[in-house]
């Protein structure tokens, strides 16, 4: 029986990972925890764990997915080679992304979800 393992890095997941660094990643895993799944920021903190975990590529045979989604995210935030300012600046880039996506239509939101631009 394989671990739970999901096509693309589930948000659910994030409050796990929030110990495995330092005080940014901390605040930044406890930031996007306390909004809605759909919210641009949270959708961006997600885009940016598939692009990390390589989700894209993962598959019923592959060794990742035998492991797990918990235990891929663990291991790929854990043995990151850069600095937590790495880690936010993709972040960042994938809040960019995000808010690109939206303005272009090419990512529709609920009507309730929360579309804001940064401060």
């Not at 060794?63 to 880690?87: A, P, V, W």
């Not at 972040?91 to 529709?108: M, N, V």
């Amino acid at each position: 029986m394989y671990p739970t393992a999901e096509i693309l890095f589930p948000l659910h997941l994030a409050p796990k990972l929030k110990e495995l660094r330092g005080p940014k990643w901390k605040e930044l895993v406890e930031y996007v925890t306390s909004l809605p799944e759909t919210h641009p920021d949270a959708l961006a903190f997600a885009l940016m764990m598939i692009r990390l975990n390589e989700c894209l590529n993962c598959h019923r045979q592959s060794f990742k997915y035998q492991r797990g989604c918990l235990m891929c995210s663990t291991q790929n935030i854990i043995h990151f080679k850069g600095t937590d300012e790495d880690l936010l600046r993709r972040y960042k880039r994938a809040q960019r992304d995000i808010r690109r996506f939206i303005r272009q239509g090419k990512l529709k939101l609920p009507e309730d979800a929360p579309v804001q631009e940064p401060a």
